[in-house]
């Protein structure tokens, strides 16, 4: 049985302006997770990751670290319910 879950992700740091969103969608589209990733008003990055768990749990890990040049400070992650994303986009 396949079986999907969701969690939501805000990052904070220095997380915008080095290619974090671009990183991340990369990283999505190689273990097949679907959701989007965003920059906020508030320079954080918030995240959805939905698919099999091992691959989104391996997205919350990559996101405490992120690309190269980022310097997280600190991650947020919520538990939500799937609603059946399509595909990974960055917003």
């Known amino acids: 049985m ?13 997380v915008q302006g080095v290619f974090f969103r ?4 990369a990283e999505a589209h190689r273990r097949r997770v ?3 990733v965003a920059n906020r008003k508030d ?7 939905e698919g099999e768990p091992a691959d989104v749990e391996a997205m919350v890990d990559w996101a405490r670290s992120g690309p190269p ?4 400070s600190g991650v947020d992650v919520q538990e939500e319910e799937p609603t059946g994303e ?6």
């Open 2 to 14: 396949w079986v999907m879950i969701r969690r939501r992700v805000r990052v904070r740091g220095t």
């Open 22 to 25: 671009d990183s991340c969608s």
């Open 34 to 36: 679907r959701g989007w």
């Open 43 to 49: 320079e954080s990055v918030e995240a959805v990751f």
């Open 69 to 72: 040049h980022a310097h997280v």
């Open 86 to 91: 399509s595909e990974f986009r960055v917003l």
